[in-house]
């Protein structure tokens, strides 16, 4: 089935796309971050104030929140503010509004060295979480052939994955025109429009982080395909990026947020079926719209019903024992050098040609501060704590 027609939900994802890309040029960043430099200037203490998106990535955010960690660490936090789109955050961002967010981890790639603005990531959200979303009747890769599938944006490890995946089934990605039989026309579109696109028939199929693949289980409208986690092992999805400001000047302040993030972390592994209360819609915090039957399908470990994903194979890889999402915080840079490499070779629309002078190492080193994280670590039990390798390294697994 083809993307047909032009909705206004559509038309707006294309409008907050194009506004992202102006955002994500130095062009475009340099208005917002002189006002940054404004706000700073007129408020050089200012409170931990939070952005995201009502989406699973955010959860040690609204969990340190909620929890009362930030105050616990004595630091002055405001209510995480909600936004509906990346353009909103990235904007927030940049014109420090808000001080700390989550972002696909390809995107703080794209801001840093697109838009050259001063920010770094100091932790991972989690890990997994996301997954290959589609219509019943298709049961593999190359079903999607001929077909148009939805990502949430060019720079997510959504759309690194799923081009991954095309690749090695024989399919080519494509962004313009109607898809050929070895084609796959790829499309960005909002998460909350994904479903209904999907039980419209309009997409084949949408990569997207959760609950967005668990409400098309709860509501029988589609099936998902392959885990991301299951073909990039324990990969980031979204990372938490700060200022480089208040990580050079505030070195206290930004120690005391990286711990309420950690202390976020180890209290969820433990918490699963709370961490779901707190992020539902029942919750008077209100801090997503989704049930706690989508949330808990997610990040209750019992309820992952291993044996059908293997049998459909949403799981392939049974060695790895992955949970459908799960938590730790340190950025390995083996990630960031391999994501790197990865954007280099994967299709992505918009301003990209600071990608092929990259270099890999460099940009793990740069991007990432990892200075506060590993002391947040250390002091909440060490590495073991989170089931990390005391030599703070890793290994990238990437299968077909």
Same mark, same amino acid.
């Given at each position: 089935?083809?993307?047909?027609?032009?909705?206004e939900?559509?038309?707006?994802?294309?409008r907050?796309?194009?506004?992202?890309?102006?955002?994500?040029?130095?062009a475009g960043?340099?208005?917002?971050?002189?006002?940054?430099n404004v706000?700073?200037a007129?408020?050089?203490?200012?409170?931990l104030?939070i952005g995201y998106?009502p989406?699973?990535?955010?959860?040690?955010?609204?969990v340190?929140?909620?929890n009362g960690?930030?105050?616990?660490q004595?630091?002055?936090?405001?209510?995480?503010?909600l936004f509906?789109?990346?353009?909103?955050?990235v904007?927030?961002?940049l014109?420090?509004?808000?001080n700390?967010?989550h972002l696909?981890?390809p995107?703080?790639v794209?801001?840093?060295?697109?838009?050259?603005?001063?920010?770094?990531?100091?932790?991972?959200?989690h890990?997994?979480?996301?997954g290959?979303?589609v219509?019943p009747?298709i049961?593999?890769?190359?079903?999607?052939?001929?077909?148009?599938?939805?990502i949430?944006?060019?720079?997510?490890?959504?759309?690194?994955v799923?081009?991954?995946?095309?690749r090695?089934?024989?399919l080519e990605?494509?962004?313009?025109?109607?898809?050929g039989?070895?084609?796959?026309k790829?499309?960005?579109?909002a998460?909350s429009d994904?479903?209904p696109?999907?039980?419209?028939?309009?997409?084949?199929?949408?990569?997207?982080?959760e609950?967005?693949n668990a409400?098309a289980e709860v509501l029988?409208?589609?099936?998902?395909?392959?885990?991301?986690?299951?073909?990039w092992?324990?990969?980031?999805c979204?990372?938490?990026?700060m200022?480089?400001?208040?990580?050079?000047?505030?070195?206290?302040?930004?120690?005391?947020?990286?711990?309420?993030?950690v202390?976020?972390q180890?209290w969820?592994?433990?918490?699963r079926?709370e961490?779901?209360?707190?992020?539902s819609r029942?919750?008077?915090?209100?801090?997503?719209?989704?049930?706690?039957? $989508?949330?808990a399908? %997610?990040l209750?470990?019992?309820?992952?019903d =291993?044996a !059908?994903?293997?049998r459909?194979? +949403?799981?392939?890889n049974t060695?790895w024992?992955?949970?459908r999402?799960?938590?730790?915080?340190?950025?390995?840079p083996?990630y960031t050098?391999e994501?790197?490499?990865?954007?280099k070779t994967?299709?992505?629309?918009?301003q990209?040609?600071?990608?092929k002078?990259l270099?890999?190492?460099?940009? $793990?080193r740069?991007? %990432?501060?990892d200075r506060?994280?590993k002391? =947040?670590? !250390?002091?909440?039990?060490?590495a +073991?704590?989170?089931?990390?390798?005391?030599s703070f390294?890793?290994?990238?697994t990437?299968?077909?």
């Open positions: 089935m083809h993307y047909h027609g032009e909705t939900a559509t038309r707006h994802t294309r907050q796309f194009l506004k992202l890309s102006a955002l994500f040029t130095a960043a340099l208005p917002l971050l002189q006002m940054a706000a700073r007129a408020e050089p203490d200012a409170p104030r998106l989406i699973t990535d955010a959860t040690p955010l609204l340190a929140h909620h960690l930030f105050e616990q004595g630091l002055k936090v405001e209510k995480p503010r509906r789109s990346w353009a909103q955050i904007e927030a961002f014109a420090g509004q808000v700390a967010v696909l981890s995107m703080t794209w801001a840093r060295y697109g838009s050259k603005s001063p920010a770094k990531v100091v932790a991972w959200n890990m997994s979480g996301s290959l979303t219509q009747h049961d593999r890769i190359t079903d999607l052939g001929g077909t148009t599938v939805a949430p944006f060019w720079y997510s490890l959504h759309n690194v799923l081009q991954h995946l095309l090695n089934n024989g990605p494509i962004s313009e025109g109607e898809p039989a070895g084609q796959v790829l499309v960005v579109m998460p994904m479903v696109a999907l039980a419209n028939k309009q997409i084949a199929g949408y990569t997207v982080a609950p967005f409400n029988k409208v589609g099936k998902i395909l392959r885990f991301t986690g299951d073909v092992k324990d990969h980031a979204c990372v938490v990026l200022h480089e400001q208040d990580l050079e000047q505030r070195p206290e302040w930004s120690q005391k947020v990286v711990n309420g993030i202390q976020a180890a969820i592994q433990d918490n079926a961490t779901a209360r707190i992020l029942d919750n008077p915090q209100k801090y997503t719209p989704h049930t706690y039957e $989508a949330l399908n %997610v209750e470990h019992e309820r992952l =291993a !059908l994903y293997q459909s194979g +949403a799981m392939v060695a024992n992955q949970k999402i799960d938590f730790q915080p340190y950025p390995f083996s050098e994501l790197v490499r990865k954007l994967t299709l992505v629309s918009g990209n040609n600071f990608l002078d270099d890999p190492a460099f940009v $793990a740069d991007l %990432v501060d506060y994280v002391q =947040a670590i !250390l002091a909440h039990g060490g +073991a704590a989170f089931g990390l390798p005391e390294s890793r290994k990238e990437i299968t077909a």
